[in-house]
């Protein structure tokens, strides 16, 4: 049967770290603030920018929030952007996404100074990944390989799989694991022999967005099995891309769903939010 590994205590542990910095931090009269902007009522939407919200009020990072219409225009969210760019006692903003549709995701992105980009999602900031010199890692990926050293999984030689090739999870989980001197393979929808693959795998990664998708066929004996999906199937309950009951017996490790990877995400925004709080300030990090 394979280890669970525990996002909840993990991220705990995460987050103590960040608490315990921000308070070194208001001690020499420097605070942390992080601005989140959601356009809109997607429910989804809300509950990441409560949870957001109540992360940082734990840690003691002051969190602005700027709840706008679903009709706001794309002239207004970029003056937001840059009235936020500008005021120096914001540190991180972040824009949840997704946006309505009439609004171009893309233009706000490249709007956020990449400086106070705490999702890492601007151009700047994904060359640095790219490069393997990132001032900030994007959030979901960088929690991911926060779980594997927190449980002295070494990624060096090892064949990492990952299925999904967003720009938000995908690619950079893959350049992390790259980085690592892991020996990575891709897949997406277009992948031959995704069973065979994934099969070969000694962590597998799934961020498909498939509830189940992963199947126990998949996975080889002794696997590390990584679990990103968010699956809430109509009327079920929350679930990750891997048929979890099936896969744990085969795998030597496995994150669940919930209580995994979804933990791991804020932690890392909260130590990106304090990281461009110390770098702001001149501080090392
Ligand atoms: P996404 O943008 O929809 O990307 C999904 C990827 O899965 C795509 O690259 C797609 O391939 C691939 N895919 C779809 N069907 C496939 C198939 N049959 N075989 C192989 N690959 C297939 O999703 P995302 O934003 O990366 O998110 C993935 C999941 O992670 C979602 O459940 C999301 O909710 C979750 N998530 C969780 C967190 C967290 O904090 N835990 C954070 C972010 C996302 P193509 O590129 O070929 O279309």
């Not at 208001?26 to 992080?34: A, D, E, H, M």
């Not at 980009?117 to 979901?140: E, K, R, W």
């Not at 690592?180 to 992948?191: E, L, R």
């Not at 992963?214 to 929350?238: F, S, Y």
Request: glycine fraction near 10%; include cysteine.
């Amino acid at each position: 049967m394979g280890k669970r590994i525990d996002g909840n205590a993990i991220s705990a542990s995460v987050k103590a770290e960040v608490a315990n910095e921000v308070e070194a931090l208001r001690n020499k009269g420097i605070s942390v603030t992080l601005a989140v902007i959601l356009v809109g009522e997607d429910p989804a939407s809300q509950i990441y920018v409560r949870n957001k919200k109540r992360a940082c009020e734990a840690l003691g990072i002051i969190s602005e929030e700027h709840l706008l219409p679903a009709d706001t225009t794309q002239e207004q969210l970029l003056s937001l952007v840059e009235e936020l760019n500008l005021r120096p006692e914001i540190n991180g903003i972040l824009c949840q996404l997704p946006l309505p549709k009439h609004l171009d995701e893309k233009a706000v992105i490249n709007a956020i100074s990449p400086q106070k980009d705490v999702d890492a999602f601007h151009p700047q900031n994904v060359g640095g990944i790219m490069i393997g010199d990132g001032v900030f890692l994007p959030c979901t990926p960088a929690g991911v390989m926060k779980m594997l050293e927190y449980e002295g999984i070494s990624v060096a030689g090892k064949h990492c799989v990952v299925i999904g090739r967003s720009n938000i999870v995908g690619k950079p989980m893959a350049m992390l694991l790259l980085h690592q001197n892991g020996t990575v393979t891709i897949c997406h929808s277009k992948t031959q022999n995704l069973k065979e693959i994934c099969r070969t795998a000694d962590i597998l990664v799934a961020a498909v967005g498939k509830a189940k998708f992963v199947t126990a066929d998949m996975v080889g004996p002794g696997a590390v099995v990584i679990d990103v999906g968010m699956n809430r199937p109509a009327g079920g309950k929350l679930c990750g891309d891997v048929d979890f009951e099936a896969v744990e017996p085969i795998a030597s490790a496995i994150t669940p769903v919930p209580g995994g990877v979804g933990p791991m995400t804020i932690a890392m925004l909260m130590r990106n939010t304090l990281t461009a709080a110390k770098l702001q300030n001149g501080l090392s990090v």
